[in-house]
């Protein structure tokens, strides 16, 4: 019989504005499902967990464990609740920090990512705080001590899939996990629709260079390439 007391019901964790799913989330996760028995007894790591969405959809699909790190209390106090909420709490370990910092000298099997990494300096706006989406000039602020710390925390057999705007030189990309005996593939490539507000941020060279090649524009509307990249510990076939 359906509980139809409200004090007695369980409230579901309501959305956090600012932590609201975007489309790289969306597509973040599409990947993560298409080989969703990858996933399967995985320990897995996300750096930025924000709303705890993606964890959540980790856990879904039968990660062993997961432990988030984000920068902001309120991101992880987010992430704590939902996976609570979901029945994950059991296998889910949440810190506030800095990137690999709270993991040092640790691996996982699995690490996602959607770092804040689109080429403006922080600003607070589009109910997002600054430390959502901007990755400084180039847009590589934390994507390069991401792709510098990666071979140091996947255990072996490990991958990592991300985020990665093709707007943001993805041949820096490749050298720098070619540099740690990584390989490094493109899973998807989407479209993702970008705000007149956020336009006016973008970095001017980046948007004069970019422009006709992974940045198309329609009168006022906008659109960037946005790829999923998976990369693999070494000696992993990808
Ligand atoms: C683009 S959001 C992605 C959130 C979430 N993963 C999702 O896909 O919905 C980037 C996240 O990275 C976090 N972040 C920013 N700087 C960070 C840092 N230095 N270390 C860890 N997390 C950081 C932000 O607080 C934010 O939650």
Redesign the pocket.
Known sequence: MPDSNPVMRRSAPAVVPA?R??E??SA?IQVLRAEAARVGGARAL??????G??LAALGTMGAASLCG????PD?IAASTRLLDDLDHGAIAELHQ???WRPVAGRRFDLIV????HFPMEPVEFGGR?P???AGGTDGRR?LDPFLEGLADHLAPGGRAVITHNAFDDLARSRELVAQSGLSIKVALTTLVYISPEKLARMTADVLRTESGHTLYRHGPYTFGEMHIVEIAAAGTAI
């Open positions: 932590l799913p975007s790289y989330t973040l996300e750096i930025g967990c924000g709303s969405v993606v790190i984000d920068i902001e991101a920090g800095d990137m990512a959607n770092l804040p705080l430390t959502w989406s934390l």
